[in-house]
């Protein structure tokens, strides 16, 4: 094969993929618009480059591509060895693609506070009625009811123990939902993820902090890779951009930019955007009954 130079379009990185020193790799996963690399920054620590299309939300520790680029890189077998250097990446035993990182890198943003209006709780109260009717088109819709049921009510109390900063309880719920197997993954984590950054956010209006989970030894032998990668990154506070858009829309009570939100994020491909639309509204659930309880407990103790 002879050599081939390409050129990322856009590149977002969380600070352990910015660092200078070479770090190796090999070609994790592949699927129709997506290639997964898997890059060691230090022994022992394991982190997921994702290679998208041009256009493509920016995502953590993601890197945009003409799709003649990306096709190329798909083509390659898994496993094929790649050193992740400064400003590029080298594929290949004999280094047949080298993919060159723009100069403009886009560090990738901490979730950070939003400026909520007064009424941001009438709004996570209003939100869920506006979602459009996705209940049989989600990545869990494959499951038996019950099993459905069972993950439904783990993720409700996983939303409830992150509202209330509960660590314990919190990842007792999360390792019951990506512990119980049979596929769930990766629908319930991107449930896992909008949940986790929803209530993030509400805790941060009401004064706290966010809690982690130490997702890093939680999750490993109990989900995939490419579903560890997006909940450790949120365990760290980054997301995607089309979500974090949602969530600020909701909580500025903006509701005329409600469906063109809700749209970006049901575009995600596959049924991802619509299981963090279901995660979401999960979250304001949850946080419509939190809020309300705390009330009365002010009430009783007035």
Same mark, same amino acid.
């Given at each position: 094969?002879?050599?081939?130079?390409?050129?990322?379009?856009?590149? !977002?990185?969380?600070?352990?993929?910015?660092?200078?020193?070479?770090?190796?790799?090999?070609?994790?996963?592949?699927?129709?618009?997506?290639?997964?690399?898997?890059?060691?920054?230090?022994p022992g620590k394991v982190r997921l480059l994702t290679l998208l299309p041009d256009h493509y939300p920016a995502v953590p520790d993601s890197l945009t591509l003409k799709p003649a680029d990306?096709?190329?890189?798909?083509?390659?077998?898994?496993?094929?060895?790649?050193?992740?250097e400064k400003g590029r990446i080298r594929i290949g035993k004999t280094n047949d693609l080298e993919l060159f990182l723009p100069e403009s890198i886009n560090r990738f943003a901490w979730l950070r506070p939003v400026k909520a209006t007064c009424d941001w709780r009438d709004a996570i109260r209003a939100f869920p009625d506006y979602l459009p009717d996705f209940a049989n088109e989600h990545g869990l819709a494959?499951?038996?009811?019950?099993?459905?049921?069972?993950?439904?009510?783990?993720?409700?109390?996983?939303?409830?123990?992150?509202?209330?900063?509960?660590?314990?309880?919190?990842?007792?719920?999360?390792?019951?939902?990506?512990?119980?197997?049979?596929?769930?993954?990766p629908a319930a984590d991107d449930r896992l993820v909008s949940i986790m950054g929803l209530t993030g956010l509400i805790r941060q209006q009401l004064g706290q902090v966010p809690i982690g989970l130490a997702m890093e030894d939680l999750l490993p032998g109990r989900t995939t890779d490419v579903s560890?990668?997006?909940?450790?990154?949120?365990?760290?506070?980054?997301?995607?951009?089309?979500?974090?858009?949602? !969530?600020?829309?909701?909580?500025?009570?903006?509701?005329?930019? !409600?469906?063109?939100?809700?749209?970006a994020v049901a575009?995600?491909?596959?049924?991802?955007?619509?299981?963090?639309?279901?995660?979401?509204?999960?979250?304001? !659930?949850?946080?419509?009954?939190?809020?309300?309880?705390?009330?009365?407990?002010?009430?009783?103790i007035c």
């Open positions: 094969m002879m050599h081939v130079c390409m050129l990322a379009n856009q590149a !977002w990185l969380t600070p352990v993929l910015l660092a200078p020193a070479a770090m190796p790799g090999m070609l994790h996963s592949s699927f129709r618009t997506a290639v997964n690399l898997r890059i060691t920054p230090t990306l096709e190329l890189v798909r083509r390659q077998p898994i496993g094929t060895q790649l050193t992740k494959h499951l038996p009811a019950a099993d459905q049921n069972q993950v439904a009510g783990q993720l409700h109390r996983f939303a409830r123990a992150l509202l209330r900063g509960d660590t314990a309880r919190a990842s007792a719920a999360l390792c019951r939902v990506v512990g119980l197997g049979r596929g769930l993954t560890s990668k997006y909940l450790v990154c949120a365990d760290e506070g980054y997301y995607p951009s089309s979500l974090t858009a949602l !969530w600020q829309a909701i909580l500025e009570n903006t509701c005329r930019e !409600w469906p063109a939100v809700i749209q575009a995600i491909g596959g049924t991802s955007g619509r299981d963090y639309l279901a995660g979401t509204a999960i979250a304001c !659930w949850e946080t419509t009954a939190f809020l309300s309880a705390v009330k009365e407990q002010n009430h009783a």
